[in-house]
């Protein structure tokens, strides 16, 4: 029986050892049509992953503030829920947008990581990082994190199934949903609350890398820019986690209290 | 000086490598790490053992052959440099030292520290070059070339093809290695006419060999003994991206 990656020569002459041949080759990534041919390579792969991470560092900073007006009280926080639910079909179109970017964004970094842990069968003994942050070598892992987290956080506030207290909620004075106090009543439970500022700073992590390594992914940096947007990116990303967190403190130092009594 | 190595002893490609212990005694400060390696090798053919195979050739730092992994860094702890570059008064006195081959699936290896790094070969075979002979030295106002252009050409083409950057990423990426060969061609007038089919096909026998991606790490430039800069990367990402409309708008 042959093996994989064994020539017939190996088995009849065992002293005799062939190179492993390359996986694929190079040409007939010429002869199929170029552009499935860049969403096949290494970089196009980075590029899909770049430019969906872009619109999902976009849906980051837009979702915080919109989420930040629970600062100005329940009368805006609730008119703005209502707004975005009134989109209707817009708001399902948007919904879908963002859930084909998400998977996007993790089938092509998956297959990416895959790629990678084959690149370098054999590990090495002893590896030390010179200039390799932490952040950036974790980026698969805070990923999970935060996907496992998005799930947590569309059943807990968008489908409202993980707090039983939330079908007790009743409408505001304007007969609008009572986003404010389901946001307060959530988060006064400390669990929750350290879970979502620990998924804060594995996003945080991840942004931290991602929000300037999409510019070096499209091409768009050069010498000198790379140190600048490295540093505006660590800035970025801490906003957001203070953004963020300052929701579930406000509410666990009594900050912010409900709008209604259950 | 005397150190404790841990060297990596693998008899042939498909054999099991294991690392070895060995003690390096009385090593004068000034030696450098190649050397050093020499007089471990010297005392081992003299007791009748198998002396540890390693790669070197101009060792002055610009050939691009010395290719060790020392305590966990491609060409040891003081960057830029070649390994060869490298001396043992770099090092503590009684000091552990791991010795390791560059690893990354391309880079077969051959014995012990050795590897093959025919697939950066291929890379270039793919298209790092220019089809129409250049002839002798032109007049040097003949063809006009931004100051700029030229200086940034130069430091792309300082690159010395030793393969650290592939060896340190994290993900065996040989992206620095490529985007040096593809933009020290592409930046200069000699070089545009081939720039389309160059970066696709370079690009494309880049990833056939079986590098892994880029996740812009930067560890390569931190390691890179010719100091290339992973901005280079970005500019391959460019090419790429441009080639392939060019291609696609049949341009």
């Known amino acids: ?262 | 000086m005397n150190f404790k190595l841990r060297v990596w002893r693998q008899e042939a490609s498909e054999a099991k490598g294991r690392l070895v212990n060995y003690y390096a005694t009385d090593v004068s400060p000034h030696t450098s790490f190649l050397e050093m390696l020499d007089i471990v090798n010297e005392r081992l053919v003299e007791k009748g053992e198998d002396p540890i195979a390693f790669e070197s050739d101009c060792r002055e730092g610009i050939c691009g052959t010395c290719s060790l992994t020392i305590n966990g860094e491609a060409h040891g702890p003081d960057h830029p440099g070649a390994a060869c570059q490298l001396y043992m008064r770099r090092f503590k006195d009684g000091a552990t030292i791991t010795v390791e081959p560059f690893r990354a699936r391309p880079f077969r290896l051959v014995r012990d520290l050795v590897v093959s790094r025919s697939a950066l070969d291929r890379i270039v075979q793919a298209g790092g070059f220019v089809s129409a002979r250049s002839g002798s030295a032109p007049e040097a106002n003949s063809i006009p070339v931004p100051k700029h252009d030229a200086d940034l050409a130069m430091e792309a083409a300082a690159c010395i093809g030793c393969g650290a950057c592939a060896a340190a990423c994290p993900n065996a990426s040989a992206m620095l290695f490529t985007s040096a060969k593809v933009s020290h061609l592409a930046l200069l007038p000699q070089g545009n006419a081939e720039r389309t089919a160059r970066v696709l096909r370079m690009v494309g026998q880049m990833d056939a060999e079986g590098f892994g991606n880029c996740t812009n790490t930067y560890e390569c430039e931190a390691v890179c003994p010719a100091e290339i800069s992973a901005s280079f990367i970005a500019k391959l990402n460019r090419e790429y991206a441009l080639a392939t409309l060019r291609k696609k708008s049949g341009m």
């Open chain 1, 1 to 262: 029986m042959l093996g994989i990656g064994q020539s017939r020569l190996t088995v009849l002459n065992p002293t005799f050892s062939l190179p492993p041949r390359p996986t694929q080759p190079a040409d007939r990534i010429l002869i199929v049509a170029p552009l499935s041919a860049f969403y096949r390579s290494s970089i196009g792969k980075k590029f899909v992953v770049a430019v969906t991470g872009v619109i999902l560092i976009g849906f980051v900073v837009g979702h915080l503030l919109g989420n930040l007006q629970i600062f100005f009280g329940p009368e805006y926080i609730n008119s703005y829920a209502e707004k975005l639910r009134s989109l209707g079909v817009l708001l399902w179109v948007i919904r879908a947008f963002l859930l084909v970017t998400v998977v996007l964004h993790i089938y092509f970094t998956i297959r990416l990581a895959i790629d990678n842990r084959r690149a370098r069968p054999t590990a090495y003994a002893k590896k030390d990082h010179v200039k390799a942050t932490f952040a950036s070598r974790s980026m698969t892992l805070s990923g999970l994190i935060v996907l496992a987290f998005i799930v947590y956080h569309l059943a807990h506030f968008t489908v409202r199934v993980a707090d039983p207290r939330f079908a007790l909620l009743k409408a505001d004075p304007l007969n609008r949903y009572d986003v404010y106090s389901m946001m307060v009543y959530g988060f006064q439970n400390a669990l929750v609350s350290a879970f979502y500022v620990i998924a804060m700073f594995l996003l945080t992590l991840h942004l931290s890398h991602g929000a300037s390594s999409f510019f070096q992914s499209l091409g768009l940096n050069d010498k000198k820019m790379t140190p600048r947007l490295a540093r505006g990116a660590r800035v970025f990303a801490w906003l957001i986690f203070a953004g963020y967190t300052s929701i579930p403190v406000a509410v666990l130092l009594g900050l912010v209290r409900p709008a209604q009594q259950l």
